[in-house]
Nanobody
Framework: QVQLVESGGGLVQPGGSLSLSCAAS????????MGWYRQAPGKQRELFAL???????NYAISVKGRFTISRDNAKNTVYLQMNSLKPEDTAVYYC???????????????WGQGTQVTVSS
């Protein structure tokens, strides 16, 4: 069984910064892509930051230049540093991990529990 535990988030004023982390634990053979999604009220969940095994990163235009995704493979953890936050960044943030539990086995997707980020004065 694999679990993802998110931490961080909370309330911040516009222009402020927050950081999130997401640690994967359990029966893990190898982790491939790790990403962050967010879902604002009344909207679909959207992928906005992705980091692959070699460390290549991709960002949605809405967060590029403000958010930074990184990973620590030894700790099976993905991080998100959010700077210059805007009210429109308010959402529930979820981490997602694509991994194998057995060598040569299938790839599975796992989700974190979600954490609220609110940007408001």
């Amino acid at each position: 069984q694999v679990q993802l535990v998110e931490s961080g988030g909370g309330l911040v004023q516009p222009g402020g910064s927050l950081s999130l982390s997401c640690a994967a634990s359990g029966s893990i053979f190898s982790i491939y892509a790790m990403g962050w999604y967010r879902q604002a009220p009344g909207k679909q969940r959207e992928l906005f930051a992705l980091i692959t095994t070699p460390g290549n990163t991709n960002y949605a235009i809405s967060v590029k230049g403000r958010f930074t995704i990184s990973r620590d493979n030894a700790k099976n953890t993905v991080y998100l540093q959010m700077n210059s936050l805007k009210p429109e960044d308010t959402a529930v943030y979820y981490c997602n991990v694509n991994l194998q539990i057995d060598k040569g086995g299938l790839l599975y997707n796992y989700w974190g529990q979600g954490t609220q980020v609110t940007v408001s004065s």
